[in-house]
């Protein structure tokens, strides 16, 4: 059974930067492809940023040059390094194993002007 556990969020002003975390278990972490997802008030979840197996990333359009995707596969953790934060980052973060379809239970991320 794939768990995942976020942790990291918080309240933060427009143009500060967090770091979040996610440690994984159940699988054989360095083989998955894992990513990070949110989920704005009143707004469906989207998948902002992706890691493969051999550490190739992706970005949503709205993140690309302020988020970092990485992975360090002998912890079995991801991490999510956002910076230069904006009001429109607001929401619950999820780390997600996108080889099985598994999400860990979100932490809330708050951009205050």
């Known amino acids: 059974q794939v768990q995942l556990v976020e942790s990291g969020g918080g309240l933060v002003q427009v143009g500060g930067s967090l770091r979040l975390s996610c440690a994984a278990s159940g699988s054989i972490f360095s083989i998955n492809a894992m990513g990070w997802g949110r989920q704005a008030p009143g707004k469906q979840r989207e998948l902002v940023a992706t890691?493969?197996?051999?550490?190739?990333?992706n970005y949503a359009d709205s993140v690309k040059g302020r988020f970092t995707i990485s992975r360090d596969n002998a912890k079995n953790t991801l991490y999510l390094q956002m910076n230069s934060l904006k009001p429109e980052d607001t929401g619950v973060y999820y780390c997600t194993n996108l080889r099985f379809g598994s999400w860990g239970q979100g932490t809330q991320v708050t951009v205050s002007s």
């Open positions: 890691i493969a197996p051999g550490g190739s990333t």
